[in-house]
């Protein structure tokens, strides 16, 4: 028989109706000399009823070899309930059984399906098919559809023409290390996956395609966390002829509509811009979480008026304050703090509680002489209680900006309804990096300087300025994006300033240097992380929950095993040897 | 200034605005005193005027400085034209520049840039930007994206899930050679690329997704010609519970629903079915194009009776009949068909040509007595040329198909404005393979066998057939598709019947059969190549044509010189030696 429809979509409007429904069965419970069937499909849930007056022997028999899981094939008459179960949305009907005939059987699953889940995660990827009937699972991947559907329609709507770029593409050292993939025919050499499309989508500009995007495969051979997989999913877009504030107005429309199509928000435009000094000054972070206050206050030149060390001598003195959290924090609590700070830099964490107008703990000794104009500044009230960090500027705004976090979500104080996007502008071009002992990009070595700060690439690297945006949404970087540069001159500078020699700027990068050559237009664009929007859509904490099949913390994936071991003969047609 | 709109779409009713326009000088000419500029941007080309006796001493050094494929910025008053232009959808008007600015120059182009091309392969993909700044390409990637959309849309409100599955995977050995990823975590490990992803999206139906779908990159690492490339497009979907009928049914609205939004053209369904015999012998094809006749007739009865032992002796003997090529076709000519003919395993090539009702040519002395039989059998008129080949039956069908669709070529029998698309259905499950010696998948060894066949799994796998179809469009196989297997057993016994040993099959495909532990639903599904469905709406022969960044026949971009070297700290840190 055919289906007539979906078990979780049958309505009261069908009573009477008979209709041929297939799924799984979530459960069986006899009852009364009835047997009630759960019956699951991808829209939910509905009853059915084998009675065993009406029913004939062999569907009852088949009634009574039903466990859960098992894949059935059920016609019956859609009945009203007696009893109607307001928690499902086919509560108000269920159907008498006719005919019942079982596709598949199937063991007792390693978990039970259901929503509440009590299983690793590596049980769960393992099985993940299982994983995913769960109806929550199922709704993050409907959810991920439609943000994509909302996204395509709007792009469309706009004229953008969507563009697939390679996969095997050219490895590339700037960034994050790629993954490669051995070339057969070429010996030795290597095709990598792509880090993001970058490159290619600035050519499609001087190709002048004008409007490019593309929802894409990137990946980064990294070590893994939360909102990290080795291969993410990017709304990527780049546009000719625009300049920095047109794109963001795009993206903000964009943004706005997967909103409105997928949560039903209507979200305020445009949306805030915060310089990134602004953002690490006050936020401690270069993507702020404005979903709450706790700003970070700079008292340098009140607390160098205390006789405490190791406030007058420190470069910079910074304070953030936790609302009425003086009782909730023990000093063993802020101990914990303190070892957390300093897995950010700092040496040490100084702290008072205010109560009753009174500083106490260890420093408020230091404190009388500045302590009405500290509790001024602070606009402390009963029960507060502050954390100072004296240290570099970078590392106290740092070290306070993670405590801001930690202690927000210890004290409850973000509102999880709440969708706080800005966007973060005039960031530096390069960032310090230690490890390297050398100036980086800050996002890539194709982003424009800004016109005032460009004569810096021969000068002070620290101070060049560049044209680019990074949208943040609650706290995490949403993407990112920047105005290109397309002369050939000011790219070779840039290249020089990151330190490469012409001669490896060439081999890296010469396609694209001799690319401006022929009439590259100016352009710019963006790219979106689409699995940590939808994730935050969702209301989840790791982009595993909206992709279907993800790896583990080890880059495996505990279905297929993959990565695995491959055939000598394999081996041998690319040329390869393992070992050192 | 912000750009007002697109050079190529400013019509008659903008006369008298002022608009603002950025786009590439495609030719400059200086005529009568004034300067005249074809400027060109996405949407088409319009003509800009420069007169000495209006233009500002600074607008009118500009434009003498201008040369081909400078990008320029424009402010002007649309005028109509004095002489329209009827080629250009721009012909009506034309805009007089006020303003006029450089935004970036251009060295002379490495060929010019224009629909008729002179310039070879590699050099098109070295310099692909410029390819690609030609109006047909663009086009070609308009339509790609055009057809895209239609898919989604059809698949979308048909509610369709676009799910996502992952790039690297696990290496299976069955089917083409695998891109390999080498691991970095897992020493000596690999991801591959997939191939398709087969099994994923039956596992997806396993965790009752029930209509998924996804426009996905694919990947061989096979040897390359014009429809293949080392990573390809697949339109991929799967359902649960529906049969093969219904998946065609909507496979088929899919269709039409691509030829109506991006060529206007409406369908007539359902699409033809044609068994795989029927293809075979009358096509000599399992791809057959249906859009000239020229059937491929078996004669051996007929032939038999005449004193001709390549024929008498043969298993048998069949001809195609090219109506009225007797004069086209010399005797040079048919010596290079005979050649053709060998590349498909045929001995020899037999000709006759029917003139004035007399049969001439080499064997035309073996034939009178079966001369009216034959002529009346292949319904021969004047002026035909007959050939014959003389084989094992797949030979004769395989060198006859081949033979046939090249004639229709040369004679030019095909109507390039027809889309022929058709069913193959009742496909052998195996076919011989030369190469391994033994049987191997028609098409992939998740395919559900027919009830009536299934038992030939332990029996002749030649007698097993599947429930498999192909969708044919004018002599490409545009896709395929197939009931699976979603019981064990018959999954057990399908890769048994491949020569896996247990021991095997679990390695490589435990975890599908694990998953069928638990209530497998019945599914089945297709994939069509996107590449190949658009090159043929495109009127191309080569799918290069609609890859926006494809790879020469060495699997190399000639553009980014990928695959590329890769240093030996990439190559330390994978644990990798290059070498025997």
């Known amino acids: 028989m055919k289906r007539t429809g979906y078990a979780g979509a049958v309505r009261s409007e069908q009573i009477g109706q008979t ?65 109607a179960n307001d928690k499902l949305a086919t509560g108000q009907v269920e159907l008498e059984v006719t005919d019942l005939t079982v596709l598949n059987v199937a063991k007792t699953t390693p978990f039970e399906i259901k929503d509440d889940l009590e299983a690793s995660d590596d049980t769960r990827m393992r099985y993940r098919y299982l994983d995913l009937r769960r109806p929550e699972m199922l709704s993050n991947f409907k959810l991920r559809h439609n943000v994509i559907k909302a996204i395509r329609h709007y792009l469309d709507d706009l004229d953008f023409i969507d563009v697939e770029t390679p996969i095997l593409t050219k490895s590339t050292p700037e960034g994050a290390r790629d993954y490669l993939v051995p070339s057969r025919i070429s010996e030795g050499h290597f095709y990598a996956l792509p880090q993001s499309p970058q490159i290619i989508k600035q050519l499609l500009m001087n190709a002048g395609f004008d409007r490019y995007y593309q929802i894409v495969k990137c990946f980064r051979d990294e ?7 080795p291969e993410f999913t990017q709304v990527d877009l780049e546009t000719s002829f625009l300049d920095e ?4 107005d795009l993206t903000e429309g964009l943004i706005a509509k997967v909103m409105k199509e997928t949560k039903n928000i209507d979200v305020t435009l445009p949306f805030p811009r915060m310089t990134y000094d602004d953002a690490m000054n006050q936020y ?11 700003l970070l206050t700079d008292v340098s030149t009140i607390v160098k008026k205390a006789d405490f060390k190791v406030f007058s001598e420190a470069p910079v003195v910074k304070a953030i304050v936790a609302k009425n959290a003086a009782d909730a924090y023990s000093r063993k609590d802020i101990d914990k703090l303190t070892d957390y700070a300093k897995q950010f830099g700092a040496k040490g964490l100084a702290w008072v509680k205010f109560v009753g107008h009174e500083f106490s703990g260890p420093i408020a000794k230091f404190l009388p002489e500045i302590a009405d104009e500290l509790a001024d500044t602070l606009a402390l009230t009963d029960k507060d209680l502050v954390l100072f960090v004296a240290d570099e500027l970078d590392v106290a705004n740092a070290t306070l900006g993670a405590l801001r976090s930690r202690i927000a979500k210890e004290q409850d104080l973000i509102d999880q309804n709440q969708f706080n996007f800005l966007w973060v502008i005039d960031w530096p071009m390069f960032e310090w990096s230690e490890e390297e002992g050398r100036y980086t990009s800050a996002h890539h070595p194709f982003t424009l300087p800004t016109t005032e700060s460009a004569h810096e690439l021969e000068g002070d690297l620290a101070k060049v300025r560049a044209v680019a945006y990074d949208i943040v949404l609650n706290g995490y970087e949403l993407g990112g994006g920047s105005l290109r540069i397309n002369h050939k001159d000011l790219q070779e500078r840039m290249l020089k300033a990151l330190g490469f020699t012409a001669e490896a700027a060439n081999d890296q990068f010469g396609f694209l240097l001799e690319a401006m050559d022929y009439g590259f237009p100016p352009h710019g664009g963006l790219a979106l992380g689409l699995d940590r929007f939808v994730m935050l859509l969702a209301g989840k904490d790791n982009i595993r929950e909206v992709i279907a099949f993800p790896k583990n913390n080890k880059a495996t994936d505990p279905m297929t095993q993959a990565p695995s071991l491959v055939s000598d003969q394999q081996l041998t047609e690319l040329n390869l040897k393992i070992g050192k």
Chains 1, 2 share one sequence.
């Open 19 to 83: 209709i041929t429904l297939k799924g799984w069965v979530a459960r069986r419970r006899d009852l009364g000399g009835l047997i009630f069937i759960d019956l699951r499909d991808r829209e939910g849930i509905m009853q059915l009823v084998v009675n065993p007056e009406l029913a004939s022997k062999e569907v009852l028999a088949t009634a009574e070899s039903l466990r859960s899981e098992f894949v059935i094939e059920v016609t019956g008459t859609v009945l009203a309930r007696a009893q």
């Open 223 to 229: 070590d893994l966390r939360g909102d990290r997989q």
């Open 245 to 248: 504030q047109e794109i963001q």
């Open 284 to 294: 401690g972070s270069d993507k702020p979480d404005t979903r709450f206050e706790m």
